[in-house]
């Protein structure tokens, strides 16, 4: 097999990783990569929405299947693309069509369609950019605090969660009169806070069947005990201890299945890595949101996790029998932290030497993020740097491992979350 993967963070790298454990795997490329896939596959310089020059790279080196990391080019419709173009159908795009990824492409879509098949969700309004002063009057006749979306693709960072009324509405006059998340803003979801613990469920289906890979809950805060701006993430655990199996009975039955067949139902059966954004309310599921691929930094905790080799996956979503595949999943907790910039989410220098200790523990993984060759040096790139995931038999071993290994790994400005899985530690973290 020859596998292009499509992204430059973390979750790439962890893909790079995983894939090329596989002996069924050539060759792998990552475009366009980052320092640490460039350690496991040929970094190629291409643009992951620019769709005809992967078409055309993929028909140069005949390549077999193009993993999109992020949803840029599955909002795109890279899969459409590919399979529009002779000679080019037979590539295989592991991901949905520009029709089903909507589901992540627009919040607003997503919310109604829940709404038509009846999946358990927060109650909302849509408000476009023209009505702000409905929807200013919407916030303040709602309980609080109150949670604004920007409707399209925002990196991560179109979430606000209010806690009075004038915040929201000062949020509101940044995304629809200033343009705060640009596009991505023209139209926002405001909807019912929801109070829990969140986690991310991941299934990947050939359309028909799936099957679930490990659950994760990551952290978006950049700050301890949860506070300050969302981040694209700054840890993760896995697995994560309420999903036990009453409650994943009940999201496969009230969410997961539904999902797939109303997305059936409408025309778009939906392919490929689908992540489930959850808050666990008393015990019962609700979705937050829809991702249509893997999660960063989730993908750096299920997949060290995730025993069955990911190219038999492949081989049976082609053939459209996932029915038949059996997952194995470890049983040891997985612990992720992610280092960063000083100054993320916001502003932040790039070029900055890394220092990268000689060795380190066989079970733990250091996934590049924003790193990049610089002159031959190993220099920041990025918000995120790099993401330590460590293996342990309980997620205090795994936790004391990541973060020996984080205060190892040197640059300047360099900063991380130490209470990444507060709530599951036996003690309060340090």
Same mark, same amino acid.
């Given at each position: 097999?020859?596998?292009?993967?499509?992204?430059?963070?973390?979750?790439?790298?962890?893909?790079?990783?995983?894939?090329?454990?596989?002996?069924?795997?050539?060759?792998?490329?990552?475009?366009?990569?980052?320092?640490?896939?460039?350690?496991?596959?040929?970094?190629?310089?291409?643009?992951?929405?620019?769709?005809?020059?992967?078409?055309?790279?993929?028909?140069?080196?005949?390549?077999?299947?193009?993993?999109?990391?992020?949803?840029?080019?599955?909002?795109?419709?890279?899969?459409?693309?590919?399979?529009?173009?002779?000679?080019?159908?037979?590539?295989?795009?592991?991901?949905?069509?520009?029709?089903?990824?909507?589901?992540?492409?627009?919040?607003?879509?997503?919310?109604?369609?829940?709404?038509?098949?009846?999946?358990?969700?927060?109650?909302?309004?849509?408000?476009?950019?023209?009505? &702000?002063?409905? @929807? $200013?009057? #919407?916030?303040?006749?709602?309980?609080?605090?109150?949670? !604004?979306?920007?409707? /399209?693709?925002? +990196?991560?960072?179109?979430?606000?969660?209010?806690?009075?009324?004038?915040?929201?509405?000062?949020?509101?006059?940044?995304?629809?009169?200033?343009?705060?998340?640009?596009?991505?803003?023209?139209?926002?979801?405001?909807?019912?806070?929801?109070?829990?613990?969140?986690?991310?469920?991941?299934?990947?289906?050939?359309?028909?069947?799936?099957?679930? &890979?490990?659950? @994760? $809950?990551? #952290?978006?805060?950049?700050?301890?005990?949860?506070?300050? !701006?969302?981040?694209? /993430?700054?840890? +993760?655990?896995?697995?994560?201890?309420?999903?036990?199996?009453?409650?994943?009975?009940?999201?496969?039955?009230?969410?997961?299945?539904?999902?797939?067949?109303?997305?059936?139902?409408?025309?778009?059966?939906?392919?490929?890595?689908?992540?489930?954004?959850?808050?666990?309310?008393?015990?019962?599921?609700?979705?937050?949101?829809?991702?249509?691929? &893997?999660?960063?930094?989730?993908?750096?905790?299920?997949?060290?996790?995730?025993?069955?080799? !990911?190219?038999?996956?492949?081989?049976?979503?082609?053939?459209?029998?996932?029915?038949?595949?059996?997952?194995?999943?470890?049983?040891?907790?997985?612990?992720?932290?992610?280092?960063?910039?000083?100054?993320?989410?916001?502003?932040?220098?790039?070029?900055?030497?890394?220092?990268?200790?000689?060795?380190?523990?066989?079970?733990?993984?250091?996934?590049?993020?924003?790193?990049?060759?610089?002159?031959?040096?190993?220099?920041?790139?990025?918000?995120?740097?790099?993401?330590?995931?460590? !293996?342990?038999?309980?997620?205090?071993?795994?936790?004391?491992?990541?973060?020996?290994?984080?205060?190892?790994?040197?640059?300047?400005?360099?900063?991380?979350?130490?209470?990444?899985?507060?709530?599951?530690?036996?003690?309060?973290?340090?």
């Amino acid at each position: 097999m020859r596998i292009l993967i499509l992204g430059s963070g973390a979750r790439e790298h962890a893909l790079a990783w995983k894939l090329s454990q596989s002996a069924r795997c050539d060759r792998i490329y990552v475009a366009p990569g980052n320092a640490g896939t460039a350690a496991l596959a040929e970094n190629v310089d291409l643009s992951p929405i620019d769709l005809p020059a992967i078409a055309a790279f993929c028909r140069a080196e005949q390549i077999d299947y193009v993993v999109p990391g992020s949803e840029d080019s599955l909002v795109a419709g890279i899969v459409d693309a590919m399979a529009d173009t002779p000679g080019l159908n037979r590539v295989q795009v592991i991901g949905p069509s520009k029709a089903a990824a909507q589901l992540e492409g627009s919040k607003a879509f997503a919310k109604a369609f829940m709404q038509r098949h009846g999946i358990p969700t927060a109650s909302y309004r849509v408000f476009q950019q023209a009505e &702000l002063e409905a @929807a $200013k009057a #919407y916030v303040a006749s709602h309980p609080l605090p109150i949670v !604004l979306k920007a409707d /399209g693709l925002a +990196a991560g960072k179109g979430v606000l969660i209010c806690e009075q009324a004038e915040q929201a509405v000062a949020a509101l006059e940044e995304i629809f009169i200033h343009e705060r998340f640009g596009r991505a803003g023209k139209q926002v979801v405001i909807e019912q806070y929801l109070r829990g613990i969140e986690l991310s469920v991941f299934i990947f289906t050939d359309g028909e069947h799936y099957v679930l &890979l490990p659950e @994760a $809950k990551d #952290y978006k805060r950049i700050g301890e005990g949860d506070t300050g !701006l969302n981040t694209g /993430g700054m840890g +993760a655990v896995s697995p994560v201890p309420v999903a036990d199996k009453a409650f994943m009975k009940k999201v496969e039955q009230r969410i997961i299945q539904p999902t797939l067949q109303g997305m059936r139902e409408e025309g778009m059966p939906y392919r490929g890595f689908l992540f489930f954004g959850l808050m666990q309310v008393a015990a019962d599921p609700y979705v937050i949101e829809y991702n249509c691929r &893997l999660g960063d930094p989730e993908t750096e905790a299920i997949l060290p996790r995730l025993q069955t080799d !990911l190219t038999d996956m492949f081989f049976q979503f082609q053939t459209g029998s996932l029915a038949r595949l059996s997952m194995t999943i470890s049983p040891l907790h997985a612990f992720t932290v992610v280092l960063a910039s000083a100054g993320y989410p916001g502003p932040y220098r790039k070029g900055i030497p890394i220092r990268l200790p000689n060795s380190w523990p066989a079970n733990s993984l250091v996934f590049h993020a924003g790193t990049r060759w610089e002159n031959g040096r190993l220099v920041t790139a990025g918000g995120r740097v790099i993401s330590i995931t460590s !293996l342990g038999n309980q997620l205090s071993e795994a936790r004391e491992f990541s973060l020996q290994l984080a205060n190892q790994i040197d640059f300047e400005g360099k900063y991380f979350r130490k209470d990444i899985g507060w709530e599951f530690l036996p003690t309060k973290t340090e």
